[in-house]
């Protein structure tokens, strides 16, 4: 022993004698004591390499000095690339923690075991590896990259030459702190100082080739694909300063898009269809022309009307697949043959014209067509429009241009009541070029215009007398009435026959608001129509052919619809307008079918899958609704007119139903039922180790009470305690039983996957599984994988649960096929699926054994706490770190007497995140839907409350973002309480939402609310410790600040405004240490 400690101390006095040399000889070096500004990202890169523009030399895990002098290593993710080192806190980061310019170091050396600095101008940074090899690979690859610099020649310390663009003091806004600015290569800089900038040692740097940016009256924002960077100035003419800079940099490094690389592979693209300049990254997308940006600029004079113009870059939405191919197919060649014909050479344009030329030249060129060439039929208006039509039919885009620009009309008729216009037959001859250059010279910018777009139709249908509410009672043959009904003009007319002269009654399209097309067999006709308006009217007409009924839906809707969405809204079930907070003027334009749901908002569609909605809201009664998808969220107002209620109806049964197919079941984003997906998850994290789990069975009402809450909402059923593991194990099995067709797609597909059983050749075996795979639609082969993989996943913990994959062949053969069990090929079946997992499923091996290795490493836990034996009282619950993602959480092994703390700190060593001595982290219970989270007090068991979450809540750990600022307010305090004024709203029913001002008192326990200063009568009390507080409130409520406190007390929320975030913390702090005591 003693022999030990003379050769531990003997290696120490060697280190650090090592040390004092080395710092001898370079006694005006510091190290790196300077705490780094931390700029975490808000979204992560798919690929790491998107984020750096230099190719990385080296990379990983390093150790480095602490700042502040502090004794334990740091750990940061270190990269390497030919002009800079730069550190990071995770290897996901896009954003450094530390760049050092490689250009200021002077030397890289060892500084003993594992470890080796970095010697710059002024400062020495300490790193050290995993081992010695390491470090000499570290070193080595340092010491190369110098070497090349040295040879290549110097330059600026961070840039090729030492002239910026723009440079000076700026004050971000989050984190709040000064940083000395720098932009150049456009590319912006941030350091600590100026010092620090001559000196070579920056922060971060910023591209701005992904970037857009933002400005308000005394600040600006750089908003990147990872975060946003804000920053304040202290006048109007500084701002403008940074951001004429800044607006350069973006536009002038925005990268050569695909549509560009696309476009330009065809010579004749490569120029201005105007000038000849080079590179072109503007395009009239009607004209199909390439431009430079002064002919773009002479062509926006010209109007919409005459030519679309739009960049090439930035426009994905716009730049469609069918529109590149139809800019290939055309292009500045065959389109110049065409308008520029018959140009003078004393006409023709060149990269030094003027604006005014350029102007002059565009008019002449598109918008008189002086200089085009003449078409055969130019005159002939009749026969222009029956070449248009027939032209459309066929591949001839150059003819179908030549037509449009000589005069034929766009929207003349075919004489096809199924495909009255060019663009339907377009559409239905599937030419998709003639369907993109048709649509994009549609020409909206006129009334005139709008109504022409809309075909004119007559004929005969049944109307009974219009209502103002619903039409919700079944309407009799004998209740219709023969109506003669025209529409012509913008105006929708009908009268009692074609020869009456005097109409029945009439509206403006403009004034229908919505189009249902109801269910064959609802009324006396096999096929209705409703129509309601803006007034609150409802007209219901039928026809016996359903032709009839979708000609007239159809024609209606194109009167109705603006452009935008004209052009991409098919037949549907139902359309029109509803008002939408997020929509233009308060309004959105909404188009369902089945369960598909087009929206125009802002002149932008977008594509719903209910059946993959996130949540689901519809208040009670005069309540709103909301659609939360991967998109975003839609909010739609509760309106009193009659539509309304069919759209909730339409909408429920689009968002799935648990009686129908796999396909219509309510959908996970990764195309699951969330019925399957939520029980496997329960299982993985309660029962993965339960003895005979599967094989014995729940409580037949526990399990029949829970299937029927799946089955009417599987979004938001939630796990209460009084439901075992085995009842929702049989939940499952006993809803893919049921499920209408099974997992395998209907009997018939059934007895092909039991005829694989009786297949003797192995690899004919797994062919055979992998080709009726393929056949499977996609919901069910999805469902299929998922499913199997928890399996493998239970049969991996066979020596716990004793479910081994013959047992569990046994158990879900029947249910899967949906059989009595008689036929012994349904087990064979599963029982191969699961054995050869990997195989049929084309799953990596390694992928798979990630999972394994997570699961056995909870195993190795539970048998050192338990001597091998399973401890039932231990649960599995996902927790996120700092933010929530898919795939993104940890399934940490937490007993029931697991506090708060004790999770935090499991949490943090599984990551292997050492936090400094100055940081609180803690865990948070977040609740997505209300916009709220709590921080849980650290001696509060987590178990209890983990089982108590809802599907839109969940466990985060996370830096504490106020604890410090609690503990501040309240040091010295001998009493605490507060008073003061907040604005207060309790919202009953969806109906009141208003934010009121009262006088609030908190003071011995109890929160105390008074109308106002004045008044003695306390209008409402609470206890402190029978409520619970969360920071921050809904947005749908429009606070007047987002500094908010929601109080929840039993199944009631009140929702309190502070004015600032100084008394946000005051009021907070003051409830938390009521509630807790000296233990907060």
């Not at 839609?634 to 049964?653: E, N």
């Amino acid at each position: 022993m003693a022999k030990k400690e003379e050769e531990k101390s003997r290696t120490l006095r060697n280190f650090r004698s090592l040390s004092v040399e080395e710092d001898r000889r370079h006694s005006f070096f510091m190290r790196d004591r300077e705490e780094s500004i931390d700029l975490p990202c808000s979204h992560f890169p798919d690929y790491p390499k998107d984020s750096h523009p230099e190719p990385v030399v080296k990379s990983g895990w390093l150790d480095k000095t602490p700042p502040k002098g502090g004794k334990r290593f740091q750990r940061r993710w270190v990269q390497l690339d030919h002009k800079y080192l730069r550190y990071f806190q995770n290897s996901k980061e896009v954003y450094s923690k530390r760049m050092i310019s490689l250009q200021c170091v002077s030397a890289v050396q060892p500084a003993g075991d594992q470890r080796f600095e970095l010697i710059t101008l002024n400062r020495t940074f300490l790193f050290k590896t995993e081992s010695n090899q390491a470090r000499s690979e570290w070193i080595k690859s340092l010491e190369e990259v110098l070497r090349r610099r040295q040879q290549n020649g110097g330059g600026g310390v961070f840039f090729k030459s030492y002239l910026a663009k723009t440079e000076g003091l700026l004050e971000m806004t989050s984190p709040r702190t000064k940083v000395y600015t720098v932009i150049n290569n456009n590319r912006i800089y941030l350091f600590k100082n100026r010092q620090e900038y001559m000196n070579g040692l920056g922060i971060t740097d910023i591209d701005l080739s992904k970037a857009s940016l933002k400005e308000s009256s005394k600040s600006f924002s750089v908003i990147t694909p990872y975060r946003t960077f804000s920053f304040v100035v202290e006048s109007e003419a500084e701002r403008q300063r940074w951001c004429a800079c800044l607006a350069e940099c973006v536009r002038s490094s925005a990268p050569v898009s695909r549509v560009c690389e696309k476009l330009w592979s065809k010579e004749f693209n490569r120029v201005c269809a105007d000038c000849g300049a080079d590179s072109p990254e503007w395009a009239s997308v009607n004209l199909c022309v390439l431009l430079c940006e002064r002919c773009a600029d002479a062509h926006r004079c010209l109007g919409p009307s005459v030519s679309k113009v739009f960049s090439l870059k930035g426009n994905d939405q716009l730049w469609t697949e069918d529109l590149i191919k139809l800019f290939l197919q055309l292009g500045n060649g065959k389109v110049n043959s065409f308008w520029a014909a018959n140009i003078p050479s004393s006409e023709i344009l060149n990269v030094e014209s003027s604006s005014s030329e350029r102007l002059a030249y565009a008019t002449a060129k598109y918008l008189k067509g002086t200089f085009r060439k003449q078409h055969h039929l130019s005159g002939q208006q009749e026969a222009l429009n029956n070449a248009l039509c027939a032209a459309v039919k066929g591949s001839n885009i150059v003819e179908t241009f030549r037509l449009l620009f000589s005069g034929a009309d766009i929207n003349s008729s075919t004489g096809i009541p199924e495909f009255p216009t060019p663009l339907a037959l377009a559409m239905h001859s599937g030419q998709t070029n003639q369907v993109e250059l048709l649509k994009h010279n549609q020409k909206s910018d006129t009334v005139k215009s709008e109504v022409n777009t809309a075909p004119s139709l007559s004929g005969y249908l049944f109307k009974v007398a219009s209502a103002n509410r619903p039409i919700t009672e079944q309407k009799p043959r004998s209740e219709f009435t023969q109506r003669w009904c025209s529409l012509n003009a913008g105006m929708f007319t009908y009268y009692k026959s074609e020869q009456m002269a005097h109409r029945c009654g009439s509206m403006k399209t403009s004034e229908i608001i919505c189009l249902s097309l109801n269910s064959p067999g609802n009324h006396g006709f096999e096929h209705t129509l409703e129509i309601y308006t803006d007034a609150g009217r409802v007209y219901l007409f039928g026809a016996d052919d359903i032709v009839t009924i979708k000609e007239w839906f159809r024609a209606i809707s194109m009167a109705m619809l603006p452009t935008a969405l004209s052009s991409v809204c098919g037949l549907c079930d139902r359309l029109g307008r509803l008002l939408c907070t997020e929509g233009s003027l308060g309004t959105g334009w909404f188009c369902l079918s089945g369960s598909m749901l087009q929206v125009l908002l802002e002149d932008s569609v977008q594509d719903i899958n209910l059946l993959r909605l996130h949540t689901l809201t519809i208040g009670d009664g005069a309540g709103d609704v909301v659609l939360g998808w991967r998109g975003g969220y839609v909010h739609l107002s509760f309106d009193q007119r009659p539509h309304f209620p069919g759209w909730i109806s339409s909408l429920r049964r689009g968002a799935g139903s648990g009686n129908e197919m796999l396909s219509q079941q309510q959908l996970t984003k990764s195309g699951i039922p969330i019925t399957v997906q939520r029980c496997i998850e329960y299982v993985t994290r309660h029962g993965l180790m339960s003895a005979g789990i599967y094989r014995k069975s729940g409580t037949t009402s526990r399990v029949s009470a829970l299937l029927d809450s799946f089955q009417q909402d599987a979004r938001n059923v939630c796990f209460s305690d009084k439901f075992g593991v085995d009842d929702v194990a049989s939940t499952l099995k006993r809803f893919l039983r049921e499920v209408k067709g099974g997992v395998f797609n209907g009997e018939d597909n059934s007895r092909n996957w039991l005829k694989v059983a009786d297949v003797s050749h192995h690899r004919a075996k797994l062919s055979m599984y992998q080709n009726l795979l393929s056949e499977l639609p996609e919901v069910n082969r999805e469902t299929l994988k998922v499913l199997l993989n928890h399996l493998y996943c239970v049969h991996h913990l066979s020596e716990f649960n004793q479910m081994t994959m013959g047992n569990l062949g046994i158990v879900f053969g029947p249910t899967l096929f949906q059989t009595d069990g008689s036929d012994p090929r349904t087990y064979t079946v599963v029982e191969e699926m699961i054995q050869n997992y990997c195989a049929i499923f084309n799953v990596p091996e390694e992928e798979l054994q990630k999972e394994l290795d997570a699961t056995s490493l909870i195993l190795n836990k539970i048998n050192d706490q338990t001597s091998s034996k399973f401890a039932p009282s231990l649960s599995i619950c996902a927790v996120y770190i700092e933010k929530k993602e898919e795939g993104a959480e940890l399934l940490v092994q937490v007993g029931s007497n697991v506090t708060a703390k004790q999770l935090v700190l499991q949490v943090l060593e599984m990551r292997g995140i050492e936090p400094f001595a100055e940081e609180m982290w803690t865990c948070y219970e977040v609740q997505e839907k209300e916009e709220m989270e709590r921080e849980l007090h650290f001696e509060e068991k987590v178990l209890p409350l983990y089982f108590s979450l809802g599907p839109d809540c969940h466990l985060l750990v996370k830096k504490s973002q106020y604890s410090n600022d609690i503990k501040n307010y309240l040091s010295g305090k001998n009493e605490v309480y507060k008073v003061g004024t907040l604005r207060v709203c309790e919202v009953k029913g969806d109906k009141n939402r208003n934010f009121i001002s009262h006088q609030c008192e908190l003071t011995k326990g109890t929160l105390k609310l008074y109308k106002d200063t004045e008044s003695s009568l306390c209008e409402k009390e609470w206890s402190v410790q029978e409520g619970t507080l969360y920071y921050g409130y809904r947005s749908k409520l429009s606070p007047p600040t987002p500094w908010g406190l929601t109080l929840v007390c039993g199944q009631q929320q009140w929702y309190f405004c502070c004015d600032n975030e100084d008394e946000f913390i005051e009021w907070m702090a003051t409830f938390l240490s009521l509630q807790c005591g000296e233990n907060r």
